[in-house]
């Protein structure tokens, strides 16, 4: 029998797969041997534009680590909720710990829902525009602004989902959660761009701005590189959204990026780098 999960995939699409052309070295660190495939977006989250001879067994883990993290954390609960790609599918919980306080009073504890019944937050963090794009020079490191944030629910309005589960569980409130981590975020979008500036123009192309960020987690500048547009743009029907784009400045390597673009996410704008003369 169809899963509830598996029911709702059909809300998101799939993405276009495309395999780039073989690299032959590490587009991290340079070596030629043990060379691995690239998802340049998270296969976690459905992305299927691959990078073959690409990453390196240890530049593989070293992203694989702060991808991880986004997808358990930030992005855990929205991969259950859509069935999005999963190696450990089977393990899967059915059951989630949701926030509750049983009376006015009490403090908040925690009480386990049917992932059906659970409501979902989706959460991107809101960043200023590059200050390379922007001409700023003042650098506060991978902090958010703001955040994006959405409940979500297919069975019912969010709200209505909220004082529904507040009836059945006979509790007072309740408190839906979700976690940033904007570091590791800025790492991962990092790592997204700068390998699709590879697979598009080459690793010969452009002098890469994001190594230290994505290898070595150095991010005090990562306002710099790193940004997003204030106002939300419309939702499309696509899951993600890639490009490199000209602002103005045709001599940066710009990378538009939309994860789950269908969910009216927002829109970031990474420089991956400067093209050579």
């Not at 999960?5 to 041997?33: F, M, R």
């Not at 590059?130 to 902090?143: D, F, K, Q, W």
């Not at 994001?210 to 991010?219: A, V």
Request: glycine share 6%; proline share 6%; with cysteine.
């Amino acid at each position: 029998m169809e899963s509830f999960a598996q029911s709702l995939k059909s809300l998101l699409p799939d993405q276009k797969k495309k395999v780039y052309a073989p690299i032959g070295h590490c587009i991290y660190c340079g070596k030629t041997e043990g060379l691995t495939v690239e998802h340049i977006i998270p296969f976690g989250l459905g992305g299927r534009l691959e990078l073959p001879d690409s990453s390196c067994s240890n530049c593989c883990k070293l992203t694989s680590d702060f991808e991880h993290t986004c997808l358990r954390t930030m992005y855990g609960p929205l991969r259950l909720l859509y069935d999005l790609p999963s190696r450990r599918r089977k393990s899967r919980p059915k059951k989630l710990h949701l926030k509750v306080k049983h009376t006015p009073d009490d403090n908040w504890t925690y009480l386990d829902v049917e992932q059906e019944k659970y409501p979902f937050i989706i959460l991107f963090p809101q960043l200023s525009m590059p200050n390379m794009l922007t001409g700023e020079s003042v650098c506060h490191g991978a902090t958010a602004k703001k955040f994006w944030i959405r409940g979500a629910s297919p069975s019912y309005v969010f709200k209505d989902l909220l004082q529904k589960l507040t009836v059945e569980l006979n509790v007072h409130a309740i408190m839906p959660e979700a976690k940033a981590e904007v570091d590791k975020f800025c790492q991962m979008l990092a790592k997204i761009a700068y390998s699709f500036a590879v697979g598009e123009l080459g690793s010969d192309a452009f002098k890469p701005f994001l190594l230290p960020h994505i290898l070595y987690k150095e991010l005090d500048d990562t306002d710099n590189f790193i940004g997003c547009l204030e106002k939300t743009e419309r939702a499309t029907n696509e899951l993600h959204e890639i490009s490199i784009v000209n602002l103005g400045r045709k001599e940066l390597v710009v990378v538009r990026i939309r994860l789950l673009a269908r969910l009216e996410t927002p829109t970031y704008f990474v420089v991956a780098g400067q093209y050579y003369n």
